[in-house]
T-cell receptor, first 112, second 115 residues
Framework: GNSVTQMEGPVTLSEEAFLTINCTYT??????LFWYVQYPGEGLQLLLK?????DKGSNKGFEATYRKETTSFHLEKGSVQVSDSAVYFC???????????FGQGTTLQVKP | GAGVSQSPRYKVAKRGQDVALRCDPI?????LFWYQQALGQGPEFLTY????????KSGLPSDRFFAERPEGSVSTLKIQRTQQEDSAVYLC?????????????FGSGTRLTVV
């Protein structure tokens, strides 16, 4: 079946540190991959996406590359800010449906 | 509207009570989804509408859960005879078309607590 596994949190970093949040997936066919972010007190927001192998999604300094050979879509940012503190969700959309399958979420806390 | 609107924001129900949760998607959005998010977990798919047609209800956990979108815009998720395990945040999301590669716009959710 289809599933998403994220690294467990919380992840605590100092401001300007490098961020990696690991995400691996299991899927049949050719899924699209997404990262969503949930800031405190707010709804889920799309952060970035990639629709085919080797695509790189990027937004607000965050990047993730669709790696079919390793079934991964790790989220990275070169220099985090306190304002990046949030819960990050990796998700996939299977090739024959429109629904999203989410990982369990990873909480990021950035300290000044 | 400017975003996906859900009401109420919070709902406390006594076990056994019926509840109705409302979703107003962005005007003109064809696709509408409902998700259930338990505390500390990622959202889980419940059901999907394309206009007024319910194309996928495979995620509804039991026959106590029912969703409708009669005119292809506003949707209601109804839970009958609520149980404690129904306590969760219920999220609605919509998108303009049927293109699955586009992300969806999520509402802020309804937090349901069954006591």
């Amino acid at each position: 079946g289809n599933s998403v596994t994220q690294m467990e949190g919380p992840v605590t970093l100092s401001e300007e540190a490098f961020l990696t949040i690991n995400c691996t997936y299991t899927a049949t066919g050719y899924p699209s991959l997404f990262w969503y972010v949930q800031y405190p007190g707010e709804g889920l927001q799309l952060l970035l996406k990639a629709t085919k192998a080797d695509d790189k999604g990027s937004n607000k300094g965050f990047e993730a590359t669709y790696r079919k050979e390793t079934t991964s879509f790790h989220l990275e940012k070169g220099s985090v800010q306190v304002s990046d503190s949030a819960v990050y969700f990796c998700a996939l959309s299977p090739s024959n449906t429109g629904k999203l399958i989410f990982g369990q979420g990873t909480t990021l806390q950035v300290k000044p | 509207g400017a975003g996906v609107s859900q009401s109420p924001r919070y709902k406390v129900a006594k076990r056994g009570q019926d509840v109705a949760l409302r979703c107003d998607p962005i005007s003109g959005h064809v696709s509408l989804f409902w998700y259930q998010q338990a505390l500390g977990q990622g959202p889980e798919f419940l059901t999907y509408f394309q206009n007024e047609a319910q194309l996928d209800k495979s995620g509804l956990p039991s026959d106590r859960f029912f969703a409708e979108r009669p005119e292809g815009s506003v949707s209601t998720l109804k839970i009958q005879r609520t149980q404690q395990e129904d306590s969760a945040v219920y999220l609605c999301a919509s998108s303009l078309g049927e293109d699955r590669t586009q992300g969806y716009t999520f509402g802020s959710g309804t937090r349901l607590t069954v006591v």
